[in-house]
């Protein structure tokens, strides 16, 4: 939260006597329960059933692109995963978005040496004609330079952008990296480019697996093909551009925008015995991209969140409040699971007692950050105490997002967390052929399980909300 | 050396009076040349011509497939530098051999859980009939268990056999992943399978990489569709065979024979001052697979020979013998390069003073061996003193082989080494796309440079010879 905004939504709250700033009592979540969440946490510490999970799904089904045929089978068959788990409800929400395919993609330096790269295309991207586009290729360090370039000298061209990642716990880099990929196609096709490549948003630089993801294109006419190189692929280019004689590149993508695609949010819930209409909402995405098997990203956050609230169903007692799982539909190529669910459930934002969703892999949780009402500090810091022990530290300077999906919910009000994982390795592997199941650790996800399955054990407890309201946390710098 | 052929060579040579068994003086390398190369070895140390030229050779031509447009290009490119690097003499000798080609692969598990594999053709394999072929997996641990199995459990299906190789320094593993590959596609064929699919001869458990590799098939009228899935592939399959259901594969190769192709060794020579006739050998192999650039396997080993040349070339006078550099044609699809220089330059064997050739990736040389006769071991180990300060230990307990194609030479009585390079990622790499420049370390292959400069120069200054003559060291163990 940024402090200038925080004293403008604290008056605002005095002069409307908002209940999340009133006097009211404090969150607080109750002995019994911190006792109960102590040893669901040492008991999912020692479970298998997220492994079990990721592995399921990624061995039974795959790779999961957004609307294709495997997409489908990994709606059904985590409808019949979260039945035969025994989940109190299992229904699919859904969710209408552009259908985009890749069939086959090929790149290669024509000139001067000629031999192939290794390409993907990228989310969104056009197609090129029947039998390819050829062209000479001008070359930018950065996005910036890109945007500071005369576009007469970029007209008819096939753009280069160079941008250099490096391993983060946090995965920082991926602002500049993704920004390549989004903005890079959408800014070269109006300066008048015919074609796009970047240096992978990536940071393994000795593997040969270009890093897919998505575009900033919306509509297939504004579209131009574009793709990623692998990074030695990337160095191979650029030494070939330091000699400085002109480089010519064919690109061959047979992608491209195909209508409208109705698919699902798949849902899960354990029912709250108390207060079943409120909701401590968990998830993760079920699309993946096609080149990998969709592990890391995001086959983990599904699991993770099935795995922890599965936990809590096996408890002696039904939790006070619902534990909701979802698995969301097309996270990939702009949250169109998440935004389609936050439009749908909007209006019941105040009954969403907390959420978050994971999204960055399956390293251990290393952090939590939170944005809740001031009140709910004191409940926040009861969970910070007992996921303490297993890594976690609670950083209360930070907001909650809330995750990538939920970021949306989040957006309307929603009180979120963040629980932060170690994503060292992550963009290693990251939307490239290489998210397979040997990408993650049992014992860490293990982990991850016991953080989820605690903290929305406790949430759903909890004597008091987290300050979920509509609009409750608008600027509080989760997602600027 | 076998103590049982050592005596019996011995007696042979009693009777013969075979020259390099009496009691002749021995072999000695003057004090000057000592002190030549040792500054010598320090210089190469410092030394940047053999990056350059693998980073040229894998930039300008990349993969060099044997019989190739690109591996046409190798030669044509390899036979500028080599002039270009002032050598006294550079040409070609042929090289016949069949023609492979690869134009697609793709391979796909069709039931219970369909999805795409990583595939590649293995050389030599047969392609699948047009639309692919579709059989069922019949599966084995290891090459023996498919020897001992029922041939009638593997008729009309696809053999798939799982070895899993370790990162090993010396990489011992590989005889056991070659021989899957090379023998065990034969052996499925002759069983009446359809197809054949292996684990990846390769140790990076974590790359969707497939590691290709030349079969025993030698006809096309013998050959199946065989290839090799990336190790995560690999698991993937083993994952869903061990659910115990009926596994489908669809295996779709365009890759096969196509008569016979001419290539090239290239020969590049610094002529001796005293003895031209008289020629230590060097090398490595040109060609390379086609998946990566070859950049390990092999641009190192011919960088590593050509640097080292030119460093003598560079001295104030030639060397009293010849120093001799080859890159051989078609190494990969069984020594094609090596066996036709052999059959050539059997007559003149007594004339290779010593050789030895690279092709072992690019990490440091860490053992030296060596097949001399006795006389020449002094000398040995003269050259082991040189080279001890940058990492070589001399083992004069083993046999020295000469390489992959010059093992050829040796097995025609050529006085061999052996320069053991660190091999231990060698098999994350080898023969899959990931074969490319960034694997390589400037100064571990300026070490490599510099071993091979200051044995080849001071083998070119010996006082006397190494032993070679027609037969000298049948049945050594090198090659057993």
């Not at 020692?46 to 709606?75: C, H, I, M, Q």
């Not at 996005?143 to 500071?148: I, R």
Request: with cysteine; net charge negative; aromatic share 8%.
């Amino acid at each position: 939260m940024r402090p200038a905004l925080r004293l403008h939504a604290l008056a605002a709250c005095i002069a409307l006597a908002c209940p999340a700033f009133a006097a009211e009592k404090a969150t607080t979540i109750p002995a019994k329960a911190v006792e109960a969440a102590t040893a669901l946490r040492d008991k999912a510490m020692a479970d298998n059933t997220g492994y079990e999970f990721v592995s399921g799904l990624t061995t039974e089904v795959g790779p999961r692109l957004a609307g294709s045929a495997a997409d489908k089978r990994g709606v059904e068959w985590t409808v019949a995963k979260f039945k035969a788990m025994g989940f109190d409800k299992v229904y699919t929400e859904k969710v209408s978005y552009p259908l985009w395919e890749r069939r086959s993609e090929h790149a290669a330096i024509v000139a001067p040496y000629p031999q192939n790269l290794f390409v993907t295309a990228l989310g969104y991207s056009a197609g090129t004609p029947a039998g390819g586009l050829t062209a000479d290729v001008v070359a930018f360090d950065t996005l910036d330079a890109l945007k500071a370039a005369d576009p007469a000298t970029v007209k008819g061209k096939i753009v280069y952008v160079s941008t250099h990642m490096q391993q983060q716990k946090d995965g920082h880099d991926y602002g500049m990296g993704s920004a390549t990929r989004t903005r890079g196609p959408v800014l070269a096709a109006k300066m008048g480019a015919v074609g796009y490549l970047l240096r992978s948003a990536g940071t393994d630089p000795h593997s040969r697996t270009p890093h897919t993801g998505v575009t900033g294109f919306t509509k297939p006419e504004d579209a131009i093909p574009a793709g990623a190189l692998s990074l030695p692929d990337a160095d191979q280019l650029e030494r070939v551009l330091k000699e400085g004689k002109p480089v010519t590149i064919k690109l061959d993508l047979d992608v491209g925008f195909k209508g409208t695609y109705e698919g699902e949010n798949v849902i899960a819930e354990v029912t709250g015995r108390k207060k079943p209409n409120e909701v401590v909402a968990i998830g993760g995405h079920l699309d993946s991209w096609d080149l990998g098997t969709g592990a890391i990203d995001d086959g983990a956050g599904v699991a993770i969140a099935a795995a922890a609230a599965k936990l809590i169903k096996d408890m002696p007692l039904r939790p006070d409040r619902t534990i909701r799982v979802i698995a969301f539909a097309n996270e990939e190529m702009g949250l169109w699971g998440g935004r389609a669910y936050a439009e749908a459930h909007a209006k019941d934002v105040a009954k969403f007692q907390l959420g978050t969703e994971s999204d960055f892999g399956a390293g251990r949780i290393w952090r939590m950050t939170a944005s809740v009402k001031p009140g709910a500090r004191g409940a926040i810091e009861q969970i910070a105490k007992v996921i303490e022990p297993i890594g976690v530290a609670y950083d209360p300077n930070k907001p909650g997002g809330g995750g990538s999906d939920l970021s949306q919910m989040h957006a309307k009000g929603m009180a979120a967390l963040s629980l932060t994982q170690d994503g060292t390795d992550y963009f290693d592997y990251h939307h490239n052929a290489n998210d397979t199941l040997d990408k993650i650790d049992p014992k860490a996800l293990a982990q991850n399980v016991a953080v989820y399955a605690t903290f929305a054990y406790m949430a759903a407890q909890a004597d008091g909300n987290f300050g979920s309201a509509p609009d409750a946390f608008k600027g509080d710098g989760a997602h600027d």
